[in-house]
Nanobody, 128 residues
C-alpha cells in the first residue's frame, strides 16, 4: 500500500459545490489509476469517478455524470473531484483509491478490488 490522503469534504446546501483533493506518492501517481468511491450510511460502496493519470482518460458513474469532474491537479501527485449541483443523495463518505494497470484507460466498470491503496475518507453532507 501507498499513502493516500483526502481533503475537502464538508457540509453544503443542495445546489452547492465542493472540491475534494486526493494526494498520493509520486511513484503511484505516474501512469496509474486514481478513483473516488463513496459510501452512504446503509448502502454499499460505489464508484463515482476514475482517471488514468498517464492519459487523463476518465470514467463517471451515471448518477454524477455532468455534475462531477475528476482532473489532474497542477500540484504533483494530486487529483481533484469537483462536485457541482450537489443533492442530498450525494451525502456519503468519499474515499480516494489508487491502483495500477492499463485497464484503467478502458474498463467500463468500477471495481473496488482493482485498487490496492485507500484513504481514510472525507465526509460530504448535503442538506435539502
Amino acid at each position: 500500500q501507498v499513502p493516500v490522503e483526502e481533503s475537502g469534504g464538508g457540509s453544503v446546501q443542495a445546489g452547492g459545490s465542493l472540491r475534494l483533493s486526493c494526494t498520493t506518492s509520486e511513484f503511484m501517481y505516474s501512469n496509474n489509476c486514481m478513483a473516488w468511491f463513496r459510501q452512504a450510511t446503509g448502502k454499499e460502496r460505489e464508484g463515482v469517478a476514475r482517471i488514468y493519470t498517464g492519459s487523463g482518460d476518465t470514467l463517471y458513474a451515471e448518477s454524477v455524470s455532468g455534475r462531477f469532474t475528476i482532473s489532474l491537479a497542477n500540484a504533483r501527485n494530486t487529483v481533484w473531484l469537483q462536485m457541482n449541483s450537489l443533492t442530498p443523495e450525494d451525502t456519503a463518505m468519499y474515499y480516494c483509491a489508487v491502483g495500477s494497470g492499463a485497464w484503467c484507460r478502458s474498463k467500463s466498470a468500477f471495481e473496488a478490488s482493482d485498487f490496492g491503496s485507500w484513504g481514510q475518507g472525507t465526509q460530504v453532507t448535503v442538506s435539502p
